[in-house]
């Protein structure tokens, strides 16, 4: 069975860039595996940054941006703030009307 | 502005049924653009899809293999909402259960519910 993989932990400077990452156990992410990322605070509902590899969701700031880096989808955060401080969770299209989602990445602003 | 409405107990016994209801406000559960969801998140096993339920001309569902002989999804148009049942739980179904729409993506959720399996 193939896995989503996420980095389990990342940390970032203020004003940094960070690289968050979602690829597969086995094969590659493309645009047509539709990547989505996902913030999430402690005790709140998931919120869509982007979806469909780089679409921004509304009101999320521009210094979150979406891309695909070699085989992984990736989301990049650019200019950090303390309040980017959350679990980060990325979602592909498996196929057959399957999406999965990845084991997360908790990203640490210090 | 699309909100979904979680309602059910957050308490079940092991081998009953886990019952969930999510009222849809600002988008219909008989949208041919939309699906609608149930997703689980605990400890051990982070974040699942369960399954969905979407109407285009017909009504269709999907479920997750690890739960697809215990699980139903259901509209209820009348009321504008669906539902989620999950069969025999056992405390490995212990999670916080989310209800969310999907058009291209998961855009809307639910506030989530804390179920605990429980005796």
């Known amino acids: 069975q193939t896995v989503v993989t996420q980095e389990p932990s990342f940390s970032v400077s203020p004003g940094g860039t960070v690289t968050l990452t979602c690829g597969l156990s086995s094969g590659s992410v493309s645009t047509s595996s539709s990547p989505s990322w996902y913030q999430q605070t402690p005790g709140q509902a998931p919120r869509t940054l982007i979806y469909?590899?780089?679409a921004r969701s509304s009101g999320v700031p521009d210094r979150f941006s979406g891309s695909i880096l070699g085989n992984k989808a990736a989301l990049t955060i650019t200019g950090a703030q303390a309040d980017d401080e959350s679990d980060y969770y990325c979602?592909?299209?498996?196929?057959?009307?399957?999406?999965?989602f990845g084991g997360g990445t908790k990203l640490t602003v210090l | 502005q699309v909100q979904l409405q979680q309602s059910g107990p957050g308490l079940v016994k092991p081998s009953q049924t886990l019952s969930l209801t999510c009222a849809i406000s600002?988008?219909?559960?008989?949208?041919?653009?939309?699906?609608w969801n149930w997703i689980r998140q605990s400890p051990s096993r982070g974040l699942e899809w369960l399954g969905r339920t979407y109407y285009r001309s017909k009504w269709y569902d999907d479920y997750a293999v690890s739960v697809q002989s215990r699980i139903t999804i259901n509209p209820d148009t009348s009321k504008n909402q669906f539902s989620l049942q999950l069969n025999s739980v056992t405390p490995e179904d212990t999670a916080v259960y989310y209800c969310?729409?999907?058009?291209?993506?998961?855009?809307?959720w639910g506030q989530g519910t804390l179920v605990t399996v429980s005796s």
């Open positions: 979602v592909l299209y498996m196929g057959r009307d399957i999406w999965d």
């Open positions: 600002g988008d219909s559960v008989s949208s041919n653009s939309a699906t």
């Open positions: 969310a729409r999907s058009t291209s993506h998961l855009d809307y």
């Open positions: 469909n590899t780089n």
